[in-house]
């Protein structure tokens, strides 16, 4: 599986932006796609993350709320919905793929994407 993440940008404290994670070829219904974000100088942490199959989702609290994850598994693509954005959410963002689990953890995701960045200015 190979994934492409899209949808970054420069936006303004407040707005919303919408990011793409297109995948090509299958993820399987029991497996989950998930987005981690990394700021400058700091660990990679988890965002959210979404059962391919069943939809069923998991957020971190800090976007609960905000954000919201999605899949159309016509397309083979994930979704992450992004409201109310604020300063520090600025980071590069990730979409990976290949957790059995709704996981939190990056070393539970088998495949990654290659990034895409998302700075909020104040």
């Known amino acids: 599986v190979q994934l492409q993440a899209s949808g970054g940008g420069l936006v303004q404290a407040g707005g919303s932006l919408r990011l793409s994670c297109a995948a090509s070829g299958r993820i399987f219904s029991s497996s989950v796609m998930g987005w981690f974000r990394q700021a400058p100088g700091k660990e990679r942490e988890f965002v959210a993350a979404?059962?391919?199959?069943?939809?069923?989702?998991y957020y971190d609290a800090s976007v609960k709320g905000r954000w919201t994850i999605s899949r159309d598994k016509t397309k083979n693509a994930g979704y992450l919905q992004m409201n109310s954005l604020e300063p520090a959410d600025t980071a590069v963002y990730y979409c990976?793929?290949?957790?059995?689990?709704?996981?939190?953890?990056?070393?539970?995701?088998?495949?990654w994407g290659q990034g895409t960045l998302v700075t909020v200015s104040s």
């Open positions: 979404i059962r391919w199959g069943s939809g069923v989702t």
């Open positions: 990976a793929a290949g957790s059995v689990d709704l996981s939190s953890r990056p070393q539970s995701y088998v495949y």
